[in-house]
């Protein structure tokens, strides 16, 4: 079974642009979650969306959104790109079957972006 | 809102020794508790979780810890230290009804020396 895929892996960036970030998660999984990773807020939780809609929003401007297409991938979007949003960026899916038991949350590798 | 502490952002032991990471969390309903490992360059990778249950939970690569309520604690241990294990823990914590949203600390970067 493939794991969560995306991509790009790495990505660089000026000052004003914007970016698109894609997560494919694993077949069958319906919930994709994304994470900011920077060594001075470590990880910190962006959104989360399932079958299309997003259920959960961390406390990031809106310059960073993202959306869920009808086969699950997901992408984000950040516009306007700062020196501060250099980071790992991460994409978690799920089953989000309702058990917290067995739902387990399983990462991509990340993109790494860096705004020069 | 819940919070996790991760005490120490670096443990160093040497091969073959016991492997203690401290994590405390803060959060006003029953939590669900993680642990996570990141190996350079690469995503997470989820080491075990506590739910509802046993309070010693047991979880890959000879990993373990134990939920204690009253210390609002959740440690990692591994009785014996392998090279291999040199990467960063992670403790996350979640709570209903958004159980798959995670709050996690700042990380524990652990060294092993041979």
């Known amino acids: 079974k493939a794991g969560v895929t995306q991509t790009p892996r790495y990505l660089i960036k000026t000052r004003g642009q914007q970016v698109t970030l894609s997560c494919s998660p694993i077949?069958?999984?319906?919930?994709v979650s994304w994470y900011q990773q920077t060594p001075g807020q470590g990880l910190q939780f962006l959104f989360e969306?399932?079958?299309?809609?997003?259920?959960n929003k961390g406390n990031f401007p809106g310059r960073f959104s993202g959306r869920q297409f009808s086969n699950s991938r997901s992408e984000m979007n950040v516009s306007t790109l700062e020196l501060g949003d250099s980071a790992l960026y991460l994409c978690?899916?799920?089953?989000?079957?309702?058990?917290?038991?067995?739902?387990?949350?399983?990462f991509g590798p990340g993109t790494r972006l860096t705004v020069l | 809102a819940q919070s996790v502490t991760q005490l120490g952002s670096h443990v160093s032991v040497s091969e073959g020794a016991l492997v203690l990471l401290r994590c405390n969390y803060s959060?006003?309903?029953?939590?669900?508790l993680f642990w996570y490992v990141q190996y350079p360059n690469q995503g997470l990778q989820l080491l075990l979780k506590?739910?509802?249950?046993?309070?010693l939970v047991k979880g890959i690569n000879g990993f373990e810890a134990e939920f204690k309520k009253s210390e609002t604690s959740f440690h990692l241990t591994k009785p014996s230290a392998h090279m291999s294990d040199a990467a960063e823990y992670f403790c996350?914590?979640?709570?209903?009804?958004?159980?798959?949203?995670?709050?996690f600390g700042k990380g524990t970067m652990l060294l092993v020396s041979p």
């Open positions: 978690a899916s799920s089953l989000l079957a309702g058990d917290p038991s067995t739902d387990t949350q399983y």
């Open positions: 077949s069958g999984h319906r919930s």
């Open positions: 969306y399932f079958s299309e809609t997003q259920r």
């Open positions: 959060s006003s309903v029953p939590p669900y």
């Open positions: 506590y739910t509802t249950g046993a309070t």
């Open positions: 996350a914590v979640s709570v209903e009804p958004g159980y798959s949203t995670l709050t």
